[in-house]
């Protein structure tokens, strides 16, 4: 691991090549935007189902956006492949590492995207083409879990290079940590902010637990056994109170209402069949 990385990729490659084959980012059943990173560009990268459509050099298969936005660092290897505009002869290279270095919470470019698709001409644009504001969101951010790490200023004080990357035993990488929980925090503090007023209160649900530890928080424990444990700590996350992040201590509190997970995605899924009906009532989508 220390003079490459800890897997050579040929089994994910393998994998979504047998389950996607050819399909392209384009013919996705619904539009989604992925986040990768470009090494060369030093720049994020958003594989946007809405812009294939319109722009073949942003169009590759998906098996290669699921290739490139997966390589994490350490892990697996960086992944590089061309797009191509047969019309005019324009190519572009992609070099490409996991999002989640600079986007490890990709609420904000989910909700980006939705408001830039809303625009008029868009193509992605499913019938409402004016954005009042976000009560017209609703937003479900689903974390992958949290190990809770604490570290000492004072011990921390005299550690370099080594001890800051250093996995310290208990599966915790200081640096790594700091890095990836701070940016997805904020993410969610800033969301909090935006959907905190009475009239999108309700739109906004982020679920994460922060109860990970040892083994079961491992990025890359695929055993059957952890499996099973992740499922049961998912499990007993929906029956378990909606959060919010407190703005002041950056603490999750229960919602005022008291509701669980479980309750407000019933609400989420009311509140869609609702919109559904109403848009085919209304002429905007066709009933299937």
Same mark, same amino acid.
């Given at each position: 691991?220390?003079? %490459?990385?800890?897997?050579? %990729?040929?089994?994910?490659?393998?994998?979504?090549? #047998? $389950?996607?084959?050819?399909?392209?980012?384009?013919?996705?059943?619904t539009n989604v935007v992925i986040p990768a990173f470009d090494i060369c560009n030093q720049q994020p990268v958003f594989f946007s189902s809405a812009r294939a459509k319109r722009d073949s050099l942003g169009d590759p298969t998906l098996a290669q956006v699921c290739q490139g936005s997966s390589a994490a660092p350490t892990y697996l290897p960086a992944v590089k492949f061309t797009t191509s505009n047969d019309?005019?002869? *324009?190519?572009?290279? /992609?070099?490409?590492?996991d999002g989640g270095v600079v986007c490890n919470n990709p609420t904000t470019?989910?909700?980006?995207?939705?408001?830039?698709? $809303?625009?008029?001409?868009?193509? =992605?644009?499913?019938? #409402?083409?004016?954005?009042t504001g976000f009560k017209d969101f609703l937003v479900l951010s689903l974390g992958t879990g949290e190990m809770p790490v604490s570290y000492d200023a004072m011990e921390a004080a005299?550690?370099?290079?080594?001890?800051? /990357?250093?996995?310290? %035993?208990?599966?915790?990488?200081?640096?790594?940590?700091?890095f990836s929980n701070g940016s997805g925090d904020m993410v969610d503090?800033?969301?909090? $902010?935006? /959907? %905190? #007023?009475?009239?999108?209160?309700?739109?906004?649900?982020?679920?994460?637990t922060d109860a990970l530890d040892g083994e079961i928080s491992s990025l890359d424990n695929a055993s059957e056994t952890n499996m099973q444990e992740l499922v049961a700590i998912a499990k007993g996350l929906l029956?378990?109170? =909606?959060?919010? #992040?407190?703005? *002041?201590?950056?603490?999750? *509190?229960?919602?005022?209402?008291?509701?669980?997970?479980?309750?407000?995605?019933?609400r989420f899924a009311l509140w869609l069949s609702y919109e559904r009906r109403s848009r085919i009532r209304d002429g905007m989508l066709h009933q299937v």
């Amino acid at each position: 691991m220390i003079m %490459g990385p800890r897997y050579s %990729g040929v089994g994910l490659v393998d994998i979504v090549t #047998r $389950l996607l084959g050819d399909v392209r980012l384009k013919d996705t059943v619904t539009n989604v935007v992925i986040p990768a990173f470009d090494i060369c560009n030093q720049q994020p990268v958003f594989f946007s189902s809405a812009r294939a459509k319109r722009d073949s050099l942003g169009d590759p298969t998906l098996a290669q956006v699921c290739q490139g936005s997966s390589a994490a660092p350490t892990y697996l290897p960086a992944v590089k492949f061309t797009t191509s505009n047969d019309a005019t002869g *324009e190519t572009r290279h /992609f070099h490409l590492v996991d999002g989640g270095v600079v986007c490890n919470n990709p609420t904000t470019v989910a909700i980006t995207q939705a408001i830039k698709d $809303l625009e008029p001409g868009n193509t =992605a644009n499913s019938g #409402r083409a004016i954005w009042t504001g976000f009560k017209d969101f609703l937003v479900l951010s689903l974390g992958t879990g949290e190990m809770p790490v604490s570290y000492d200023a004072m011990e921390a004080a005299h550690w370099g290079l080594i001890r800051w /990357f250093r996995n310290r %035993g208990d599966g915790s990488v200081p640096l790594i940590e700091i890095f990836s929980n701070g940016s997805g925090d904020m993410v969610d503090y800033n969301l909090g $902010l935006v /959907f %905190g #007023r009475d009239e999108s209160s309700q739109n906004y649900l982020r679920i994460q637990t922060d109860a990970l530890d040892g083994e079961i928080s491992s990025l890359d424990n695929a055993s059957e056994t952890n499996m099973q444990e992740l499922v049961a700590i998912a499990k007993g996350l929906l029956m378990k109170p =909606a959060t919010t #992040r407190n703005l *002041e201590t950056g603490k999750l *509190e229960p919602c005022s209402d008291l509701s669980t997970n479980a309750e407000r995605l019933l609400r989420f899924a009311l509140w869609l069949s609702y919109e559904r009906r109403s848009r085919i009532r209304d002429g905007m989508l066709h009933q299937v």
